[in-house]
């Protein structure tokens, strides 16, 4: 990876529906979405990675900075040399990453932030709610149990929310997280559409 690789961030509690945000951004012409979550899970559980995973994430806690951004580069360069993700043409859409200021650091090597979406929700029982949902219909040992749960909201607080400390206030922009999706997409590409003006190529060729 050489140029710095053009990115918009998706940042928020767990539950507030980056996920979900994020899948229906990445099915747009232009954007390459990469969540992490997905990407943890997507390790063999029996190979080394995905038993280190594993042993974070059922405790509710950040798998270790060193092995997230390694991880993170290989699976980016392989989207890139598969032709998932072209770098001229499309914004890549981070979901879940970076998840604390080393991470927010080290990422500066790589990519350059056109636009940070902070998902919000004042409700955090209102989001636990959901991940309890959420666990039933997907199978996430991480979701599954309360105390879990409100051991990932610690974190947040703790070490998550500082990544917004890291960048320039004039690229974060707060978009309330509740309310029908479909309005919730309508502003998130509000700040998106602008952000990337002039920074892309046609991704239909
Ligand atoms: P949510 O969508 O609920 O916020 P994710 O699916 O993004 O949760 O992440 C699930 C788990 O994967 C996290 O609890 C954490 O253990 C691990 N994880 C994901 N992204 C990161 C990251 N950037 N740094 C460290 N751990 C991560």
Redesign the pocket.
Known sequence: MEAKLKSILLFGQ??VG??TQGAILGTIPGFCHL???DM?RGLDRESELGRE?LK??TK????PDEL?CRLWRQYVQGLIDTNKYLPGSHALLL??????PV?AKTLDEHIEVLAIIHLVCEDEEELIQR?KRRAEIQNRP?DADESVIRR?FEVFHTDTSRVLEHYDPSLIHTVTATGAPGKILLNILNVVIPAMEGHFGNPLG
């Not at 979901?95 to 604390?100: E, H, L, M, T, V």
Request: hydrophobic content about 30%; charged content about 20%; aromatic content about 12%.
């Open positions: 767990p539950g980056k996920g969540a992490t979550g943890f995973f974070y994430s509710g806690l950040l798998v997230t979901d879940g990453i970076p998840r604390s991470q991940m991480d990932r």
